[in-house]
DNA sequence: TATAATCTGTTGCATTTGCAACATCCTTTT
DNA sequence: AAAAGGATGTTGCAAATGCAACAGATTATA
């Protein structure tokens, strides 16, 4: 039985010489892409790791969404707008494959096993995203920074129990819940004199 | 050619004795699904529409989000969590397409017409609802009330030029938005008096 | 190793938002 | 047509958050 959810068991699998995708290396710190114009781009990280990468008014730079193994992205989920400009940028060494989205049930040519290995990875694949999705969005909808935190914290002890770190700095937490850094740090300094949970940077454990 | 993005078109072509699928009428204020255990459920709208609901602990109705035709929900999307409810209601007469999702390769039985048919929109169905997450959160992702309202207004005003009905009424609106209703109002009466907008009830012209 | 740059935590203060209470308007029901 | 229930708009006040400035810790770079 074939394993569907992780896309880098099949990439030595099929032949590159498809015409619409590419698979590319980049080191830390480069760009994989921009959301500027729409090319129906659609993206698979297949090694490393990724954020998308805003930069303000002020030139700050704002990690708005981070990106590992599995996970898709590309302009084809924005409805791309002048005043604000998106760049994907290597975390780390990765892998990425890259295409053009028409319809995933298009082929370039009659039998194009990249096509078809991508028909059978691309439901799991979606599903997981709308999931993260629509997480983010039950976080995003809490009225207060206290409860942003302690909801994100239970998703995370969902998956590593009640110790884990977080996948972001400190900066980068107070980003991705939309709040302000330093009222974030005012509101974990609460948590922890309250014995809610003890922190250290990105180090957190739940006490109750 | 056929058209892959609106599932009504092809729902009296197959037959529907598979035995993973229903499709399902609904009358005003019928409750179509909640979303309370793990049964990896999916559904799509084929007329009609629905409120995904929740009840707050003072009982409060609170719209999160709106189904129309070729919308997907379902408890896949959702890691379940005890301390929140959420139901599915019909906001007018509505067809329902449910089922339950393993993979959307594995079918029931060797020719099933319907698996065939799901699979050629499933595509399309999937990626306009993550365009339509990924621009939720980014609308909850201003920090001012009026920066939302004035991005929500833009992306309506994109489909609908500078005069448009909301699909949400006003108190509808704040909880899609996440903000306080009468501190919405408040700030919409502002926009108004600096001529920004003009409106009434859900009816918004746009002066710039 | 020294220096620079970035991240973290703290605090005071201004602004924004949420909450509550109420009046008015609109819609639905009887 | 009257009454009831719900939605909208307004306002005062309290609470939460953003902003700014700074000090100390950590990490990256020369």
Redesign the interface.
């Known amino acids: 039985m074939k394993n569907?959810s992780d896309i880098s068991s099949f990439i030595s699998d099929f032949s590159t010489n498809c015409s619409k995708v590419q698979i590319k290396k980049f080191n830390k710190g480069e760009t994989i892409t921009t959301f500027l114009v729409n090319r129906n781009q659609f993206c698979v990280i297949i090694s490393g790791s990724a954020d998308l990468v805003r930069y303000d008014y002020n030139g700050n730079r704002i990690v708005?969404e981070r990106f590992s193994k599995n996970s898709i992205f590309g302009e084809?989920?924005?409805?791309i707008?002048t005043n604000s400009e998106f760049v994907v940028e290597a975390k780390e060494k990765s892998e990425v494959l890259l295409f053009s989205?028409d319809?995933?049930?298009e082929k370039c040519k009659a039998n194009c096993p990249f096509h078809e290995q991508l028909?059978?990875f691309?439901?799991?694949l979606?599903?997981s995203?709308?999931?993260e999705?629509?997480?983010?969005?039950?976080l995003?909808?809490r009225?207060t920074t206290r409860d942003k935190l302690l909801g994100y914290f239970?998703?995370l002890s969902?998956q590593h129990g009640k110790s884990f770190t977080l996948p972001f700095s400190i900066t980068e937490l107070a980003n991705y819940l939309?709040v302000d850094r330093s009222s974030m740090t005012r509101e974990l300094s609460i948590l922890k004199k309250d014995e809610f949970i003890k922190q250290e940077r990105n180090k957190i454990t739940l006490l109750y």
């Open positions: 569907n708005t084809i989920f924005y409805h707008n989205y319809d995933i049930n028909k059978s691309f439901p799991n979606v599903i995203k709308i999931t999705l629509t997480s983010r969005i039950e995003l909808s009225r239970n998703l969902k939309v």
